[in-house]
């Protein structure tokens, strides 16, 4: 006999040619190869969002060569509960094949009350960490970073956190996020006396903020880390999603986002022109922004996020022209003065 529950999603079986439609990049000089582009579940993945969406877009990122996974303590909303969503996705479609994911998770910002809920110390960052591998139903993270620096703990305290955990078999690997040049190389110095396998640096970059050009991405290249990118589409803004006006649905129409209507209406000049560039080579806007990212082989990968698995799709589409001519660039370069 059989139930007719049509609604009950059959098994998932990943593509098969999932590794022929991905290019990596070592990590650095790790043994680490990640996918030009990451799934970031930031956004999308909370208790507030449908769970079987969220199912949806990690299904097809896996399916597009896309093993990297990259969470944090306090994405939601609220906070942990991406972690949660990702746990239950790992149960019924993706736990099977943990062995060619690489999951990552991060610990710095705001999580709970009391002075040991956010920044550096090493209660805070170990407990985080086992907070978050029982949120995901996972033995050990592949990845775990301090998400911002501490300007009250010693720096020496925060990186023998990630070295112990590393030790304890909680971390394969460990990284650092939003920290500038000079701290990355402090960082370095002391995780290389430890030997801990401190492999890479996630830092915003984008079309519109370039700030990691000024020193980190040199710093990285000296270290031999790799570096990954964060909001490449600078929140939506670098997407066609804006070129008419701000439509109501639209992040920036929301409140309780970390965009802004006048931060698009300042810029708005700008993006028509990026845009007409990105037609002139055969892109959207937001493939160019990414492809802009990737063009420096130092960037290991990109941080994508995506609210459908067609959105997910597009963005991925980026990796299929990376090269840039040097007028373009002082094209760009002159939109953006």
């Known amino acids: 006999m059989k139930i007719h529950d049509f609604s009950n999603p059959k098994a998932y079986v990943p593509d098969e040619d999932r590794y022929d439609?991905?290019?990596?990049?070592?990590?650095?000089?790790s043994g680490v190869m990640l996918p030009l582009l990451s799934l970031g579940l930031w956004h999308n993945f909370g208790l507030v969002d449908p769970a079987e969406n969220a199912r949806k877009i990690a299904r097809k990122a896996f399916d597009l060569g896309i093993i990297h996974f990259d969470l944090a303590n306090n994405y939601g909303p609220p906070f942990g509960s991406a972690e949660e969503t990702f746990g239950m996705i790992l149960k019924k479609d993706l736990g099977i094949y943990r062995n060619e994911l690489f999951i990552s998770t991060k610990a710095g910002y705001d999580m709970w009350n009391g002075p040991f809920g956010n920044y550096g110390s090493r209660k805070y960052l170990i407990s985080s960490l086992?907070?978050?591998l029982r949120r995901m139903g996972l033995d050990y993270v592949d990845l775990f970073y301090h998400h911002r620096p501490d300007p009250d703990t010693p720096l020496e305290e925060t990186m023998l956190a990630l070295d112990q955990v590393v030790r304890s078999g909680k971390a394969l690997y460990v990284g650092?996020?939003?920290?500038?040049a000079t701290?990355?190389?402090e960082a370095a110095?002391?995780?290389?006396?430890?030997k801990t396998p401190?492999?890479?640096?996630?830092?915003?970059?984008?079309?519109?903020d370039r700030w990691v050009e000024e020193k980190l991405l040199d710093t990285?290249?000296?270290?031999?880390k790799g570096m990954i990118a964060f909001s490449p589409l600078e929140q939506g803004m670098l997407s066609d999603k804006y070129l008419d006006g701000i439509p109501d649905n639209s992040r920036a129409a929301k409140k309780m986002t970390y965009l802004e209507k006048k931060q698009v209406l300042s810029k708005i000049d700008r993006i028509r022109a990026l845009n007409d560039l990105a037609k002139a080579?055969?892109?959207k806007l937001n493939q160019m922004a990414i492809s802009w990212i990737l063009k420096d082989d130092r960037v290991t990968s990109v941080v994508v996020g995506a609210s459908t698995e067609e959105q997910l799709a597009d963005n991925i589409s980026a990796i299929n022209n990376i090269k840039f001519s040097g007028d373009e660039l002082k094209t760009i370069d002159s939109i953006l003065k």
């Open 130 to 132: 086992d907070d978050s």
């Open 21 to 29: 439609k991905m290019v990596y990049r070592r990590c650095g000089k």
């Open 198 to 208: 401190f492999i890479i640096h996630q830092a915003r970059y984008s079309l519109f």
């Open 183 to 185: 701290k990355t190389r």
């Open 281 to 283: 080579r055969g892109q």
């Open 176 to 180: 650092i996020s939003n920290y500038d």
């Open 189 to 194: 110095e002391i995780l290389k006396e430890l």
């Open 220 to 224: 990285l290249g000296d270290l031999n």
